[in-house]
Structures are given as C-alpha cells and as structure tokens.
T-cell receptor, first 112, second 115 residues
Framework: RKEVEQDPGPFNVPEGATVAFNCTYSNSASQSFFWYRQDCRKEPKLLMSVYSSGNEDGRFTAQLNRASQYISLLIRDSKLSDSATYLCVVNPLSGGYQKVTFGTGTKLQVIP | EAQVTQNPRYLITVTGKKLTVTCSQNMNHEYMSWYRQDPGLGLRQIYYSMNVEVTDKGDVPEGYKVSRKEKRNFPLILESPSPNQTSLYFC??????????????FGDGTRLSIL
C-alpha cells in the first residue's frame, strides 16, 4: 500500500458545483497534513494546512479523519480558476525529521 | 520578497556530463529539500537537509548528491547524469520553528533533459 494515495481523477465539474477529494495515508503516526495546489507543471503552492479540528478558508474546507486515516478537501462554488491538480502532503514522523510524502495528485477541471 | 530560487530553469545536456542545479532561499529556513516530479509518479523526495551540514536521503537518492555548507544554499549534483534522470526538479524550504506545521515553499522548478 502506498504511503499516501489519491484518486488521480480527472474530476470534471461545472462551474458552481461542489467537489470533494479524499487522500488516504497509511502511517497512523502521521502528524501534519497539507493540501497544495499545482498548476500545469508549475511549482506546488500551499493551499491550506489541515488541522485536527478541521479548517475553512473561504470556499475551501479541509478535514482530517484520524480513525479512518484520510484527509479531505471540499471546494464549494467551483470557479474556472480552481482548475488545477491538488496534492495532499503527509509528514509521517512525529517531529524530528522532515521526510514528507506527497500524493500523486487529483486533477480538477472546472467546466464553463 | 521571500523566495526559493533555482537555476537553471531549463537544461538540456548529455549523458555523463556532470551538472549542478543550484537552490537558494532568503527566508533563513533550516529545512531544505529536493524533489523530482514525473508523470504518474508525483513528487518524490531525493534528499533533504535539516540544517547546515545535516543531510539525509529521501525516497530516490540514487545518482544524486547534495551539500549544505551554508544555510541558504542546497545544490543538487548529478555526477554522471543518465537519461532516466530527465525530469522536472523542485527545491523547497521550510522553517523548523514549528516542527509539526511546516508548509514548504517551492522554487519555480528546473526542467532537466539528459540525452
């Protein structure tokens, strides 16, 4: 089993739709989680950190489910500009070393 | 402006010719890392460094070397490049102040083609 798994998509959704992605991780000791956005072959950019209590930033909501070992990203009212690949990132070690693991990404295409 | 700078952005070279991709950050970050990104495989970590003179292997270190003589610089060295090292490379850095919440800042990437 991969350390971090994501559905590669693509998810094709109309503008205004709500879309959700999940990302599962295998190491139950994982401590920190992030969602990054990557536009075509450009550098990944931090979208949001994922906290135990869940967090929201405008149209984006991230949640962590430790019992089932997954994180989720919900995008409401999708915009054309949301079209990108969304990468989940997991730090598998508690403090100490920074050997982070990236998922392979989920591609989102928002359609007019 | 806070940034991670990689050079070169693009490089086409031939098998066996040693090359270095530089990475520099101006945020005084302790942690730096190199990744390669290939279609279908996502971002894979090559090497990382927790601080000056402290480096460790990531998931795919074979064929690469790194050094961390100064805090701001973390060059990636390919002593004898081979075609399977053709890839898109990213350097990243982050602060170690809060060890559990360390989003990384990425450079613009280096497209490397080994013929």
């Amino acid at each position: 089993r991969k350390e971090v798994e994501q559905d590669p998509g693509p998810f094709n959704v109309p503008e205004g739709a709500t879309v959700a992605f999940n990302c599962t991780y295998s190491n139950s000791a994982s401590q920190s989680f992030f969602w990054y956005r990557q536009d075509c072959r450009k550098e990944p950019k931090l979208l949001m950190s994922v906290y135990s209590s869940g967090n929201e930033d405008g149209r984006f909501t991230a949640q962590l489910n430790r019992a089932s070992q997954y994180i989720s990203l919900l995008i409401r009212d999708s915009k054309l500009s949301d079209s990108a690949t969304y990468l989940c990132v997991v730090n598998p070690l508690s403090g100490g070393y920074q050997k982070v693991t990236f998922g392979t990404g989920t591609k989102l295409q928002v359609i007019p | 402006e806070a940034q991670v700078t990689q050079n070169p952005r693009y490089l086409i070279t031939v098998t066996g010719k040693k090359l270095t991709v530089t990475c520099s950050q101006n945020m005084n970050h302790e942690y730096m890392s190199w990744y390669r990104q290939d279609p279908g495989l996502g971002l894979r970590q090559i090497y990382y460094s927790m601080n000056v003179e402290v480096t460790d292997k990531g998931d795919v270190p074979e064929g690469y070397k790194v050094s961390r003589k100064e805090k701001r610089n973390f060059p990636l060295i390919l002593e004898s490049p081979s075609p399977n090292q053709t890839s898109l490379y990213f350097c990243a850095s982050s602060s170690a102040n809060d060890r559990l919440r360390q989003p990384q800042h990425f450079g613009d990437g280096t497209r490397l083609s080994i013929l």
